[in-house]
C-alpha cells in the first residue's frame, strides 16, 4: 500500500474516502458547504463520535473526493497518538472493498504534529494486515488499499517525512512479526524461521549467526537442548546484530531475545487439546525481537544491538525430557524440571547467558510464557519484569510513548523460595500461585546482576476475536516497543560479565 503525505486543499482533494477525526465533545468545522449535513448527523443522534463509529456521506457538497467519513474517536481530552493509530486502524478495516482504493485522513484541529503523522501511518498498515496468505478465495486481492495519504493543512516538512518514512519502517516490521506467528508450524520450524532470519539479516546489512545443536552442546546449553530433544526438528540459536558505525568505545549494548517455540505441545506433559491448534504463535517473542531488528537497521541507532532467538519445538516422543530430569545449563546452575511445558523459561535462560557473554550490557525479552500472566492482566497488558528500577522505567517509558500496554509487576526475593528443590539449584516451576511472577524470577537468576525486563506477552500475542482496529490471530506487540527502546538513551549498567 503505498502511504504519503500531502497538502492539497481539502476541498481539491481526488480520493475515494475523505477521513475525518470526529469526537464526542461535538461535530468538526471544517467551514465547508457539507458542514451542515455533518452537524445534521449529531443533532438527530446518527452519530455521535464514539470510538471507532463511522458516519458516510456520498457525494459531499463541496469536495471532490467521493466520500466523506467521520471517524468516531472519543473525548478529545482523552485523545492521543496511541489512540489516532487506532482510529486509523479502524477506518482502514471497515473501508478496504473494491468501491474504495484510495484514502485520505485529514489531520486538521492541531493533528499535523510528528507522532501523530507517524501513528497514523502505522495505524493504516497495521489496519490492512490480514492473516490469510493461506487463502485461495480469487477476490480477496480486491479488499486490498491502493493507497493511503495523510493530509497536513500546515503544510509538509521534513520532521513530517521522517515521521511517516518512520512509521512505514515500524509498521511493516510489525506485521512481518505478525506473519510469521500466524505460519502453520509444518511451515514454520526452527529451521526455517532461522532462514527467515537469515534472509532479513542479508537484505537490510546485519550480520546473522546460526548456531546449531553441536555448537550448543560445546557450549554447555543443556536446558535449551533438553526442551528440543523430544522433537524431529533440530534446534537453533538465531544471532543478529546491529553495529553502528563510529561508535564510542565503551558503549551501552542492547540485548533483545525472543522465546522462539516454533509449536508447543507441552512436551511429556501434554497440553489439552482445545486451542493446541494457537500453540504456533508461542514464538511470537521471537518473532517481534527479529522484527524489530529488521526496522533498527533501517534507522540506525547509535548504539550496538543484538537479537538472541533459541528457536526448538517442544514435543513428545521416546527421546523427549521427563519431568524429574535435571539439566545442566551453560550458566553451569542446575534446573530439575518439573513440568516439561515451563520451557520456555528454559531456552530463555541459556539464551540469556549467552547474551551476557557477548557483552549485552542491557536486556529484554519477550516471551509468551504463562498462562498466569493472562489470569493477571486478561488481553489488556502484558507484563513487565525488571531487575533494576531505571531500565524497567526506560522499557516502561518506551511502550507508552508508541502506544502499547505493559503492566509492572513484583519480583522480590520471596518469589524465588518456591522454587527451590532439594535435588538442583531451580525447580523450573513453583505451585500455581504467582505462576507468572515465579517465572520471571526464574529467569532473572540468569540474568543477574545485567539491567533486565521480562515481558511476558502470553495474553496479548494473539487476537481470539477481532477487534474493530485488528483481526483475529497475531498482533506483534512488543515490536514498537523495542525499536523505541533502541532509539532512546540506555541507563548506566552495573556490570555485564558473564
Known amino acids: 500500500m503505498q502511504l504519503e503525505l500531502i497538502v492539497e486543499p481539502l476541498a481539491e482533494l481526488r480520493v475515494d474516502a475523505l477521513l475525518i477525526p470526529a469526537f464526542e465533545d461535538g461535530p468538526p468545522k471544517l467551514d465547508l458547504p457539507a458542514q451542515p449535513r455533518i452537524d445534521e448527523l449529531y443533532a438527530v443522534g446518527e452519530f455521535t463520535g464514539e470510538r471507532f463509529s463511522l458516519a458516510r456521506l456520498h457525494s459531499p457538497e ?47 484541529g492541531g493533528l499535523g504534529q510528528a507522532a501523530w503523522v507517524r501513528a497514523a501511518a502505522e495505524g493504516a498498515l497495521l489496519g ?59 511451515r514454520l520450524t526452527p529451521t526455517a524461521l532461522a532462514e527467515a532470519a537469515l ?70 506433559s501434554l497440553k489439552p487439546s482445545e486451542k493446541m491448534d494457537q500453540m504456533r504463535y508461542d514464538m511470537a517473542g521471537g518473532a517481534a525481537v527479529l522484527a524489530a531488528m529488521r526496522a533498527i537497521a533501517e534507522l540506525r541507532p547509535p548504539l550496538p544491538v543484538t537479537a538472541l532467538v533459541p528457536a526448538v519445538e517442544n514435543m ?27 520451557e520456555g523459561r528454559l531456552i530463555l535462560a541459556d539464551a540469556i547467558t549467552y547474551a551476557r557473554r557477548l557483552g549485552c550490557t542491557h536486556l529484554v525479552d519477550l516471551a509468551t510464557l504463562t498462562g498466569a500472566i493472562v489470569v493477571a492482566l486478561g488481553h489488556v497488558y502484558a507484563g513487565a519484569f525488571g531487575n533494576d528500577p531505571a531500565w524497567l522505567d526506560c522499557v516502561l517509558a518506551a511502550a507508552r510513548s508508541v502506544g502499547e500496554r505493559l503492566w509492572p509487576m513484583p519480583l522480590d526475593e520471596e518469589y524465588l523460595e518456591p522454587l527451590k528443590t532439594p535435588f538442583a539449584d531451580l525447580a523450573n516451576v513453583g505451585p500455581r500461585a ?65
Not at 489512540?83 to 473494491?98: D, E, M, P
Request: aromatic share 4%.
Open 62 to 108: 463541496g469536495l471532490n473526493a467521493r466520500r466523506l467519513i467521520l471517524i468516531g474517536c472519543g473525548k478529545r481530552a482523552d485523545f492521543d497518538a496511541a489512540q489516532l493509530r487506532l482510529a486509523s486502524a479502524a477506518a482502514v478495516r471497515s473501508l478496504k472493498s473494491k468501491a474504495i482504493k484510495r484514502i485520505a485522513l485529514w489531520m486538521g
Open 128 to 186: 490492512a494486515y490480514e492473516p490469510d496468505r493461506y487463502r485461495t478465495d480469487p477476490k480477496k486481492e480486491d479488499s486490498r488499499l491502493e493507497g493511503f495519504a495523510v493530509l497536513v493543512p500546515d503544510g509538509a516538512t521534513a520532521e513530517l517525512e521522517a515521521a511517516l518514512a518512520r512509521g512505514r519502517l515500524v509498521a511493516e516490521a510489525q506485521n512481518w512479526a505478525r506473519e510469521l506467528a500466524a505460519e502453520p508450524a509444518n
Open 199 to 268: 534472509a532479513m539479516a542479508e537484505e537490510r546489512g546485519l550480520a546473522c549467526e546460526i548456531l546449531d545443536r553441536e555448537r550448543m552442546r560445546q557450549l554447555g546449553m543443556g536446558a535449551l537442548l533438553g526442551v528440543a530433544q523430544g522433537s524431529a526438528e533440530p534446534p537453533v540459536l538465531i544471532l543478529v546484530r546491529y553495529r553502528p558505525t563510529g561508535a564510542p568505545a565503551p558503549t551501552p549494548h542492547l540485548g533483545l531475545l525472543g522465546k522462539g517455540v516454533t509449536f508447543d505441545t507441552g512436551g511429556i
Open 316 to 342: 513428545p516422543g521416546p527421546r523427549a525430557q521427563r519431568p524429574g530430569d535435571i539439566v545442566t545449563t551453560l550458566s553451569g546452575k542446575t534446573v530439575e524440571v518439573l513440568n516439561t511445558d515451563a
Open 434 to 498: 504467582a505462576g507468572a511472577i515465579t517465572a520471571a524470577r526464574f529467569i532473572r537468576e540468569f540474568a543477574d546482576p545485567v539491567p533486565w525486563v521480562h515481558l511476558d506477552i502470553a495474553g496479548t500475542a494473539w487476537l481470539e476475536e477481532a477487534k474493530p482496529f485488528m483481526p483475529k490471530g497475531p498482533t506483534g506487540i512488543g515490536v514498537r516497543t523495542l525499536v523505541e527502546l533502541a532509539l532512546a538513551p540506555l541507563p548506566p549498567a552495573p556490570g555485564a560479565a558473564g
